[in-house]
């Protein structure tokens, strides 16, 4: 979609191997120009100038800038992110550093492969000052008077609160049914919060 002037920041730095490019193939309008009037009222488009990239010696007229990881321009952020994040991980050595960029890649994931539950309803309940109960067919959380936060399922028995990036919720099943939830934060201890009801 991105056009003209948007095509030369990625194409240059691509030509570079400065950057990896995600997303559709640009438009491809390289050329600057202008109409110029013709007899019987018509007009013409006349390129009258064309940027030369040094490396490559040409430009993105005609062809558009070409990724190097094609996806969606919807979907691109994601998979860009997703690239950085493993990136990143190759050398991180911090274990809140690499626990941070685990969730940010596993919600990813989430966003571009949904889970979907069989049951649901076997994490409704209370546990202590938390609650989980299903609401037009998605689980939802809140802790005491905080607001309410759609749980987004992760796979496993796990969870991601809309909203809430650093947190994770887990449970533990045991015949057909939650008995106990685990809040995970990437700033706090795990806590431990039994069924109670």
């Known amino acids: 979609r991105t056009g003209s002037a948007g095509e030369a920041f990625p194409y240059h730095l691509q030509a570079m191997e400065r950057a990896t490019i995600v997303g559709e193939t640009t438009y491809g309008a390289g050329n600057p120009g ?26 993105w007229e005609g062809t558009g800038v070409i990724p190097d990881v094609e996806t969606t321009a919807d979907a691109a952020l994601d998979a860009a992110l997703a690239l950085a994040y493993a990136a990143i991980l190759e050398t991180a050595t911090d274990a809140a550093q690499r626990q941070g960029l685990e969730w940010s890649r596993e919600a990813i994931a ?8 069989d049951a649901p309803e076997i994490y409704a309940g209370a546990y202590g000052p938390r609650r989980v109960w299903l609401e037009d067919g998605e ?59």
Do not use: C, K
């Open 34 to 59: 202008g109409f110029f009037p013709l007899p019987h009222g018509l007009e013409i488009f006349v390129s009258t100038g064309s940027a030369r990239n040094p490396i490559t010696g040409t430009n």
């Open 110 to 117: 989430a966003r571009q492969a949904p889970v979907m539950l």
């Open 139 to 197: 689980l939802m959380y809140q802790r005491a008077e905080t607001p309410a936060r759609r749980m987004i399922p992760l796979g496993s028995d796990r969870f991601m609160l809309e909203g809430l990036d650093t947190v994770r919720v887990g449970f533990s099943v045991e015949n057909g049914r939650a008995v106990s939830m685990t809040l995970q934060s990437l700033e706090q201890p795990d806590s431990v919060s039994p069924r109670s009801d």
